[in-house]
């Protein structure tokens, strides 16, 4: 999973999952304007294993946050100048600094679909569990990258049993996906949300803490 080879950074002005745009506006009287992108909405599930007293996570390589690192590192990889047509990369970076934990989720593509039937295919094909409709709770919705997509993450949460176990998981290898599913044991979820070498969402963290004040107490009373 952790081989990212032949890299080369390209322009891209618009794509089926990033627009770009620019909008003017006054506010208050005063004129502004604002660069912004639209992108797809989108739902995540955090996932417990009664059967193991463990969270279900997905692992998977981010070309943004490897992006992002290779920035910091060579800054001269992103010159302007250079951007107008296909620039190869030097392989300097391991593939393992845009590997993050995140929980299991995908993007709001399918109008035909609600949300909790788009979540239930998500954690059967990334995770391998087969999960009622009915039994999806939904736990709040929020926006993620206010500044830049401003785009609605809606969040579920899924009790799984080891006898839900459908298949591997791991994603849809016909459209590139690579996902490597993690077990976090409960009793380690909260040193694991807290520990910076772990790079992750802000959704594990916020969903690791909302299971804490809303399934943990309940746990322990059985
Ligand atoms: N983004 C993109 N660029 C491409 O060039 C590109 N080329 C192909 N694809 C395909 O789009 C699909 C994206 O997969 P998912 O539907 O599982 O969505 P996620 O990537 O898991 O993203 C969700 O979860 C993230 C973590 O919580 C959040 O940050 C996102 O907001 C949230 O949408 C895959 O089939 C992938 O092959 C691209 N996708
Ligand atoms: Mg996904």
Same mark, same amino acid.
């Given at each position: ?97 845009? %590997? @993050?934990? &995140?929980?299991? #989720? ?9 949300? $909790?039937? *788009?979540?239930?295919? !998500? ?36 009790? %799984? @049993?080891? &006898?839900?176990? #459908? ?9 590139? $996906?690579? *996902?490597?599913?993690? !077990? ?39």
């Amino acid at each position: 999973m952790e081989s990212v080879e032949d890299l080369s950074l390209g322009p891209c002005t618009a794509s089926q999952y990033l627009r770009p745009f620019r909008l003017r506006y006054r506010q208050n009287g005063i004129s502004k304007i604002w660069d912004f992108m639209r992108s797809h909405d989108s739902v995540s599930i955090l996932i417990f294993n009664t059967s193991r007293q463990c969270f279900v996570v997905v692992k998977q390589f981010r070309p943004a946050v490897y992006m992002c690192e290779m920035e910091r590192k060579c800054p001269q990889n992103f010159e302007r100048k250079k951007q107008e047509t296909w620039n190869p990369l030097p392989n300097s970076l391991p593939a393992s600094v845009g %590997v @993050t934990y &995140e929980l299991c #989720a995908g993007i709001v593509d399918k109008p035909e679909l609600s949300l $909790e039937e *788009i979540a239930c295919r !998500e954690i059967l094909e990334e995770c391998g569990y087969e999960v009622p409709l009915a039994t999806l709770k939904r736990i709040t919705s929020y926006r993620s990258g206010v500044g830049v997509t401003g785009s609605k993450q809606t969040l579920f949460y899924a009790e %799984v @049993t080891d &006898e839900m176990k #459908a298949s591997e998981g791991g994603g849809q290898p016909e459209e590139g $996906e690579l *996902i490597e599913v993690v !077990e976090i044991p409960l009793k380690d979820s909260m040193d694991f949300a807290y520990n910076e070498s772990f790079p992750k969402t802000m959704g594990v963290i916020f969903s690791f803490m909302w299971f804490q004040t809303n399934v943990a107490p309940n746990l322990l009373e059985n």
